[in-house]
DNA sequence: CAGTATTCGTTGCAATTGCTACGATGTCAA
DNA sequence: TTGACATCGTAGCAATTGCAACGAATACTG
């Protein structure tokens, strides 16, 4: 019956932010990826990659995408080279500097964001809308605190 | 110069829900990973699963892990089975129902727990702490609202 | 009780990921 | 100019992941 003093401090992971950030992340990503993912036939990185591109100007190297999208260089690399070999966008050697390579959404790109975009403009609106305005600044003001540096 | 017309309506991923819960929940998961994975070499989740055991009862089959954690079950059979490997918890069959496999923690797992959980509440006071209580409370109700059913 | 369906946990396989090293290009200083 | 150093993007390799199929055990149905 005796399993040892009780040593361990009470503990509870369904309270635990870390724990609760990741499941809501995880949860809202797959809901927006059944919009994409049945659809399209994309995969979260490759969404972001091209969200980046649409929100962007047109000359877009893989270190510039690096930098907006959170995701490391090498996944950025590799999710480019699938979106190209899937016709979505061109990767060209820059002009200027031979080390940068640019990406460019291709029309068959453009058309599937053009399609894209609004359902995941839709998607945040009904998120919104569940929050209500004044949820949905509580949450704004706490992920741009989260987004803030520490240390 | 022409792109073609700007068929796209903009777009600002920095804005978007689904995004900056993903970054904030790999951010603060990293955050917190420094405390176990260069201290006790453990990963997500495994420190889900121990997590759980420590906040459950003593009877707890992968199923139940599975249901708690939110993780799947494949992946909470291995995590387990390479927490077993490390001598942190032991895997039996249940005598009542010989499909079950209960995981209980050793007591390597418990004096690990032990030093671990402290650290994580002391995380989680930090991040309360940065966020002030009004932020706090906002927080918590939005990913309420999130986790609550939807459709 | 026999036969079927369901649940539980694990594993094989293919795809993805993370880390690291690498080649190619560009920058800077003497 | 030349040589050391930094940056950019890619690729090799090992580890992890996701999916689906499987065997074992139990529950259900007639």
Redesign the interface.
């Known amino acids: 019956m005796d399993?040892?003093p009780d040593?361990?401090?009470?503990?509870?992971?369904?309270t635990?932010?870390?724990?609760?950030?990741?499941?809501?992340?995880?949860?809202?990503?797959e809901?927006?990826a059944r919009l994409y993912r049945d659809r399209f036939g994309l995969t979260v990185p490759e969404w972001?990659v091209l969200?980046?591109l649409?929100?962007a100007g047109?000359d877009i190297s893989v270190r510039d995408v690096e930098a907006?999208?959170?995701l490391e260089r090498y996944e950025v690399s590799r999710t480019a080279a699938r979106l190209a070999a899937k016709g979505l966008l061109e990767k060209t050697a820059s002009p200027a500097d031979r080390r940068l390579v640019v990406l460019r959404l291709t029309?068959a790109g453009?058309a599937l964001?053009?399609e894209l975009?609004?359902l995941?403009?839709a998607?945040?609106a009904r998120?919104?809308a569940?929050?209500g305005a004044a949820?949905?600044?509580?949450?704004d003001?706490?992920?741009r605190?989260?987004?803030a540096e520490?240390d």
């Open positions: 399993d040892g040593d361990l401090p009470p503990f509870d992971l369904g635990f932010l870390p724990y609760r950030l990741a499941v809501a992340a995880k949860r809202s990503s809901d927006l972001r969200a980046h649409a929100g047109p907006g999208i959170q029309p453009r964001l053009a975009l609004p995941a403009q998607y945040q998120i919104e569940r929050l949820g949905y600044q509580g949450l003001a706490a992920l605190a989260l987004e520490e």
